[in-house]
C-alpha cells in the first residue's frame, strides 16, 4: 500500500526545511531510499508500464471457448506458462471458475465420485 500524497508532501517539507534524509527517515519510521525516492517522483505509480505479455488475451478466450471443463494446468501446457498465470489471467478477463459438479472430460465419473444423473 502506498503512502498518501498529503504525507509524502509533510516528510519532503521537512527535508526541505532542514532535516537529513537519515534524520527523517528515523523520524517518519521510513526507508532513507523511499524519501530520496519521492523526491524524484512525488506521486505513486497507478498503472503498469507494459502490458502483460506472455499470454494473449484472444488466444485465451477461444482457448476458454474451445475448451471451457479444462483445469488450469492443462491450459498452462498449452500455453507453456505456469498454472498461477492462468489464473491471473483469466482473473484479469473476468473470467471465474466453472460452477458445475461434473469434472473435466479428462477424469472419469467414477474417480470423481458425482454422478451425471441429476
Not at 89 to 95: E, V
Request: aromatic share 10%; net charge positive; with cysteine.
Amino acid at each position: 500500500m502506498t503512502y498518501s500524497l498529503d504525507f509524502r508532501k509533510q516528510v519532503l517539507k521537512s527535508i526541505n526545511d532542514g532535516m537529513s534524509f537519515a534524520v527523517a527517515a528515523e523520524f517518519y519510521n521510513l526507508s532513507p531510499t523511499t524519501i530520496q525516492n519521492w523526491k524524484r517522483r512525488i506521486h505513486s505509480k497507478t498503472t503498469r508500464q507494459t502490458k502483460p505479455y506472455k499470454i494473449s488475451d484472444d488466444a485465451l478466450r477461444k482457448d476458454v471457448e474451445r475448451y471451457p471443463d479444462d483445469y488450469h494446468y492443462e491450459r498452462a501446457r498449452r500455453f507453456n506458462c505456469t498454472a498461477p498465470a492462468i489464473c491471473e489471467a483469466l482473473k484479469r478477463l473476468g473470467i471465474s471458475q466453472k460452477k458445475e459438479l461434473r469434472t473435466s472430460k479428462s477424469v472419469s465419473n467414477k474417480k470423481s465420485g458425482v454422478s451425471e444423473k441429476a
